[in-house]
Structure formats: C-alpha cells, structure tokens
T-cell receptor, first 109, second 115 residues
Framework: GQNIDQPTEMTATEGAIVQINCTYQ??????LFWYQQHAGEAPTFLSY??LDGLEEKGRFSSFLSRSKGYSYLLLKELQMKDSASYLC??????????WGAGTKLIIKP | NAGVTQTPKFRVLKTGQSMTLLCAQD?????MYWYRQDPGMGLRLIHY???????AKGEVPDGYNVSRLKKQNFLLGLESAAPSQTSVYFC??????????????FGEGSRLTVL
C-alpha cells in the first residue's frame, strides 16, 4: 500500500526554527508537495520538490531525498501566524496525489 | 479574483436526503477535484475531472456523483446521504497535472453533517 507518515503534532517557540518530517512509501514518485492549512481554512501551496536537495523560499525551505523516501519542511524565525497544519503530499506513478494526515504546529510565545 | 468558490459553506442533512455541492473556479483551469477531509486522515480524492464533460473516480467515489457540464463548474452530488459522509469537502483546481507541477488551488471548504 501507499503511505505518507508525518508527526501528528509539534510545538515550537516564536522566533525559533522547526523541522517537520515526512516519510513516504508510494508506487513511484513524481514530486512532493507541502501545503499549509490554517484551522477552518483551505490548504495553500507552500513548496514542490521533484529533485533531491533543498528548495528555499524566504523563511520556509523544503528538502527531498528520493533514495530515502524522505522530505522535511524547515520553518525559520517562527511567527504566531505559522500556527497551522502542514500537509505533505506525494505524486505517485499515476500522477495521483497521496496525502499525509498533516502535522499540527503549535507556536508558543 | 475569486479563485475557487464553494457553496454552501455549511449544511446539515438527515440520513437519506440528497444534496449538491457547487464548485466554481474563475482561473480557466482544466483540472478540478473533489476531496473529503476527516480528522486524523489525509485528504482523500472522491472524483476528479480533466476537462469539460469528463469525470473520473478517485479513491473514495462510492455514494457520490459528479458532473462537469461547464469548464468552470464541478458539482458533487450525494443521492442518499449517510452519517459516514459527515466530513469537510474541498474542491480544488489546477492548471496542469501529470508531469507538470500541478499546484492545487482549493476552495474554502463545505462542512457537511449527516444526522
């Protein structure tokens, strides 16, 4: 079967750095997405990785290792507004998206 | 620019009732999707469409029907609602799919409760 694993919940302090991990086992791989979802709102696109390495976008970075079936989302200089769920999704060999259950990130002052 | 709009935002149904969720997008996207989101689970694809007049089954299609008569609209129907269909439903659209990035744009969600 296909599986995406993420921690259920993480807590971090305002101004700090947090790394959210995602491991996947899918039938094929055609890219990995990270989305942010605030409570009661729609998911919004954060990043896309298809090749190994680090993609940086301001305070957010996403890393991919295809050989290890592993990705992480790195959030720097945390702000209270970063409190949200972070969803990892993998596009499989049929170009269908397989979604993780999401990681709820709680930011404390 | 409205993006993706879903109606209604909230609905309470009794078991056996029917209803339709409407999704409209103004980005001229070819691809549209209906997902459901339940606590502790990832988004699950119900049905999707790769263009006007086309529909296809996703991971959890049973109990749902869809139609894509116009490019900008994608309707999700429940013919006989069941408590197991209590969920938050998200519509999404994308400009491309397959090998292209295919970033999804989501609507705000429709919260459905079936009693």
């Amino acid at each position: 079967g296909q599986n995406i694993d993420q921690p259920t919940e993480m807590t971090a302090t305002e101004g700090a750095i947090v790394q959210i991990n995602c491991t996947y086992q899918t039938s094929g791989f055609n890219g990995l997405f990270w989305y942010q979802q605030h409570a009661g709102e729609a998911p919004t696109f954060l990043s896309y990785n298809v090749l190994d390495g680090l993609e940086e976008k301001g305070r957010f970075s996403s890393f991919l290792s295809r050989s290890k079936g592993y990705s992480y989302l790195l959030l720097k200089e945390l702000q209270m507004k970063d409190s949200a769920s972070y969803l990892c999704a993998v596009k499989d060999s049929n170009y269908q998206l397989i979604w993780g259950a999401g990681t709820k990130l709680i930011i404390k002052p | 620019n409205a993006g993706v709009t879903q109606t209604p935002k909230f609905r309470v149904l009794k078991t056996g009732q029917s209803m339709t969720l409407l999704c409209a997008q103004d980005m001229n996207h070819e691809y549209m999707y209906w997902y459901r989101q339940d606590p502790g689970m990832g988004l699950r694809l119900i049905h999707y469409s790769v263009g006007e007049g086309t529909t296809a089954k996703g991971e959890v299609p049973d109990g749902y029907n869809v139609s894509r008569l116009k490019k900008q609209n994608f309707l999700l129907g429940l013919e006989s609602a069941a408590p197991s269909q209590t969920s938050v439903y998200f519509c999404a659209s994308s400009y491309s799919a397959g090998q292209a990035t295919g970033e999804l744009f989501f609507g705000e969600g429709s919260r459905l409760t079936v009693l």
